[in-house]
């Protein structure tokens, strides 16, 4: 039994991040000329990972017991092509001509004053915010350049905030992934309450694998709490590949509540990284790869099953980011503002692509 655990870990390794954790500051920068950039992001960072004393890391692996700040503005390269993260290798330059590139982090030590920088982009922006949840076996920063590419190739108006809990970014790590997951629902509920007071005026969330567990119980907390919708601010909640029990997805809806504007679940029944996390469980179903999706729909979900999609990794867990066509979709439905009937036409052109 213990072969089997170690195999099934062992083929997990391009589960989400599928990358050890690496620098995200190299040293000295190539310049390259404007024409050579297509897209500077700049990416607000809440975090329950501890600073790193490895600069160049600027967060690692370990837990921090409360949130850290910070701000990082990231170039995206004139060769990208949609659904692709050009990251450079190592003996590599580091091309903003070639390669993502990270630059100029700034670290908040206080709350309010990431509050205030975070409210001034939101202002400057139209008053949107998609906060991205990443999912297991994903390195800092792996996780800001994987934010970066969506609010890129999706073009999302508004700001991108990412919430990074403390993943251990390797295949043996599953169960401290997991545990850390837990221990960070409690500030991803204080992250959304401050993302409501900034001033924003639409919060859209994007969740990936066990980044998904993480964002219904931080929804299940606010709904206990009263305020399940950020005091109208809530958008779309899309959740992509939940590695979650199907068990437990339901008793998480259930005391959520039937959402105002339907959550977005993307499945697909040949994630490979699913099929192997439901083989740890007990051989019980994840969200993800979920067949009998159908019966969902009583909970306020809007199932898109994109079985027949393309995607670009060999276990079919991030094709909500790596197909250029279904990102680009995305972004559109999350540009929608006019309510849940234009949303609706949207969402099923999403539908009809995965048909």
Not at 1 to 6: A, L, V, Y
Not at 60 to 84: I, K, M
Not at 98 to 108: I, N
Request: hydrophobic content about 40%; aromatic content about 8%; charged content about 25%.
């Amino acid at each position: 039994m213990k072969k089997i655990c170690i195999l099934v870990l062992a083929l997990l390794v391009a589960g989400c991040g599928g990358r050890q954790t690496e620098e995200l500051l190299g040293s000295a920068m190539v310049s390259a000329p404007v024409t050579d950039i297509a897209g500077n992001h700049s990416i607000f960072i809440a975090t329950t990972r501890k600073r790193s004393d490895d600069p160049s890391k600027v967060f690692d692996r370990e837990r921090s017991a409360t949130l850290n700040y910070a701000r990082v503005n990231v170039t995206v390269p004139g060769t990208h092509e949609a659904g692709q993260i050009e990251r450079r290798s190592r003996g590599k330059s580091n091309d903003p001509a070639k390669y993502f590139m990270a630059s100029d982090v700034v670290g908040y030590d206080t709350a309010p004053k990431f509050s205030n920088a975070l409210s001034a982009d939101i202002a400057a922006r139209g008053g949107r915010v998609m906060l991205f949840v990443h999912g297991y076996n994903t390195g800092f920063d792996a996780a800001v350049y994987r934010v970066t590419q969506i609010a890129h190739d999706s073009g999302y108006p508004g700001t991108p905030v990412l919430f990074s809990w403390a993943s251990g970014a390797k295949t043996r790590d599953y169960v401290y992934d997991r545990e850390s997951a837990s221990a960070a629902r409690d500030q991803l509920e204080v992250t959304l309450r401050m993302l409501a007071q900034t001033g924003a005026r639409r919060i859209d969330i994007v969740a990936h694998s066990l980044g998904t567990w993480v964002t219904m119980e931080a929804l299940r907390q606010l709904a206990i709490n009263g305020d399940r919708d950020l005091g109208g601010k809530l958008g779309d909640v899309v959740l992509a590949s939940p590695d979650i029990d199907v068990d437990v997805f339901k008793s998480q809806m259930r005391r959520y509540g039937k959402p105002n504007k339907p959550f977005i679940l993307l499945l697909s029944d040949d994630d490979r990284a699913l099929r192997l996390s439901g083989l740890i469980a007990g051989s019980r179903p994840r969200v993800g790869d979920y067949k009998d999706a159908a019966d969902l729909a009583d909970y306020g979900v809007s199932v898109v099953d994109l079985s027949s999609v393309k995607g670009s990794d060999r276990f079919n867990h991030t094709k909500f980011a790596d197909n250029p066509e279904l990102v680009k979709m995305i972004g559109q439905r999350l540009r929608e503002d006019d309510g849940f009937a234009s949303d609706r036409e949207v969402t099923d052109r999403i539908s009809l692509l995965g048909q």
